[in-house]
């Protein structure tokens, strides 16, 4: 199973992004899946998570400006980032609850991330 983010980059302070999250490989079901990030020198945080049934959860930091959806038939992970500001500059991963096909494990996969930075 192979996540990937895409999506990233550079934007001013109150400007948007969409960042995109595909999960790949031989999938039976996913899970929870969520956004984390990992700001400069700081610990990865949750930023917005969703299990399969369409429950969401928002950081603090985001509610309100930030929005998580999912397309579990795709097996995308979506997330809408609005009025953007300094403090959103990280690293932004991508995280999914897999359990493979043809009877396998059940594990939690990361991407490799991709770099929001907000800048003047």
């Known amino acids: 199973v192979q996540v990937v983010e895409s999506g990233g980059g550079l934007v001013q302070p109150g400007g948007s992004l969409r960042l995109t999250c595909l999960v790949l490989?031989?999938?039976?079901?996913?899970?929870?899946m969520g956004w984390y990030r990992q700001g400069p020198e700081k610990q990865r945080e949750l930023v917005a998570s969703t299990n399969r049934g369409g429950a969401i959860d928002y950081a603090n930091s985001v509610k309100g400006r930030f929005t998580v959806s999912r397309d579990n038939a795709k097996n995308i992970l979506y997330l809408q980032m609005n009025s953007l500001q300094l403090e959103d500059t990280a690293v932004y991963f991508c995280n999914a609850d897999v359990r493979e096909g043809d009877y396998g494990e059940r594990y939690s996969s990361w991407g490799q991330g991709t770099q929001v930075t907000v800048s003047p």
């Open positions: 490989g031989n999938i039976e079901f996913i899970y929870n």
